[in-house]
């Protein structure tokens, strides 16, 4: 078992764990009741994880109030499904001495996340991660929220969890493509802050689709060590955070015109293409860069083109709508190299023209 401390001084969590092993889920229950004794805990998950039987494997005999969000996904990530977990919450009379448990994907994490952040002014939240995009990506770093009917993550608070605890036997059960758009983080971590895990994934791929999981812990140690020291470094997105959104800024533009029938990684693959597509035509690119990351991206069998489809979608117009637009045009994020993110006067996102992103959308 590997385990990481992320320090969030600020937060309201101070510091928080991280556990990583493989088939651990059915012993994670008398730790998470041992390390939050005196906490009365309420379990969040989806249908799917009941289906999958990681419910009844957390829990074993033990009894816990939970609240299974239906139908899975993401049209549940709204305001109503928090509300229905909070009243549930005070109809088991829990109080601020709750630990909210979120066992499940990226949607279980931000709901239940949302939810903790909220209830009573705030309570602790333990996640317990099970796809690839929640085991590399949302289960760290205190991101919480959901959507309103216009945006995703209309509402949403930053609410450090309590602690992680990750199972890479969970994702035995993922469906195929899952499985893969979410490893499209973990290549983004890779490109953004560190080479040797791009060689690391280069090399191992085979064993991470055959889902070994030793190699699934690796990756899975090497995503929260990226992911947490960034975070740590700046909890509140201010700067170098930012870095996480490599690949984002045109993906989530590519995500929501498909009408979210691209998943989030599928569309930060399509993003990240763009990105490096950017880079060679600001010259910040050395030859072959960009095949080696397309390369990868192809064997995860993710899009690595435009869709024929989203084609005459005015993305340009999504991309002025990005949340973290000034004056209706976002920066970017780009790399100088593989392992690590250009910068310029101390910024990590820089200004890109919007005549070379039309540029680059024609080339996608
Ligand atoms: N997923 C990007 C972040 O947590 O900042």
């Known amino acids: 078992m590997l385990e990481q401390e992320i320090k969030i001084p600020a937060s309201h969590a101070a510091s928080y764990r991280i556990i990583i092993g493989m088939d651990i889920l059915g012993s994670l229950w008398s730790r998470v009741e041992?390390?939050?004794?005196?906490?009365?805990?309420?379990?969040?998950?989806?249908?799917?994880?009941?289906?999958?039987?990681?419910?009844?494997?957390?829990l074993g005999r033990e009894k816990a109030p939970t609240f299974i969000i239906k139908p899975a996904g993401e049209t549940s990530k709204n305001i109503d499904t928090a509300v229905a977990i909070i009243e549930a919450m005070e109809k088991a009379y829990l109080g601020r001495d709750t630990l909210v448990v979120a066992l499940g994907?990226?949607?279980?994490?931000?709901?239940?996340?949302?939810?903790?952040?909220?209830?009573?002014?705030?309570?602790?939240?333990?996640?317990?991660?099970?796809?690839?995009?929640?085991?590399?990506?949302?289960?760290?770093?205190?991101?919480?929220?959901?959507?309103s009917s216009i945006s995703k993550n209309a509402f949403?608070?930053?609410?450090?969890?309590?602690?992680?605890?990750?199972?890479?036997?969970?994702?035995a059960t993922l469906d195929d493509r899952q499985f893969r758009a979410g490893l499209v983080e973990s290549v983004k971590h890779a490109i953004i802050a560190d080479s040797e895990y791009f060689d690391f994934l280069e090399c191992n791929l085979d064993a991470v689709f055959g889902r070994k999981p030793d190699v699934l812990e690796q990756v899975a140690n090497w995503n929260c060590k990226i992911k947490g020291s960034v975070v740590e470094a700046d909890p509140g997105e201010k700067n170098l955070r930012r870095i996480l959104n490599y690949g984002h800024t045109i993906g989530h533009a590519v995500e929501a015109a498909s009408?979210?029938?691209?998943?989030?990684?599928?569309?930060?693959?399509?993003?990240?293409?763009?990105?490096?597509?950017?880079?060679?035509?600001?010259?910040?690119?050395?030859?072959?860069?960009?095949?080696?990351?397309?390369?990868?991206?192809?064997?995860?069998?993710v899009p690595v083109t435009l869709p024929k489809e989203l084609a005459d979608k005015d993305l340009i117009d999504l991309i002025k709508r990005d949340k973290k637009a000034v004056n209706k045009w976002p920066k970017f994020v780009l790399i100088s190299k593989i392992g690590e993110v250009y910068s310029h006067d101390g910024q990590y996102v820089v200004d890109v023209a919007p005549e070379v992103v039309e540029k680059v959308l024609d080339k996608l």
């Open 34 to 58: 041992a390390d939050f004794a005196g906490y009365n805990k309420f379990v969040v998950t989806d249908e799917n994880l009941v289906s999958a039987g990681h419910l009844q494997k957390l």
């Open 105 to 147: 994907g990226g949607t279980v994490g931000d709901i239940a996340g949302f939810a903790a952040a909220i209830f009573k002014r705030g309570v602790l939240v333990l996640h317990i991660p099970t796809t690839t995009v929640a085991q590399a990506d949302s289960s760290v770093g205190g991101k919480t929220g959901v959507d």
């Open 156 to 171: 949403g608070a930053f609410w450090h969890p309590a602690a992680v605890y990750i199972d890479v036997a969970t994702l």
């Open 259 to 301: 009408g979210f029938e691209l998943l989030h990684g599928e569309a930060v693959a399509i993003g990240i293409i763009a990105a490096g597509l950017i880079e060679i035509e600001m010259k910040l690119a050395e030859p072959g860069r960009l095949e080696r990351i397309r390369q990868i991206l192809q064997k995860l069998n």
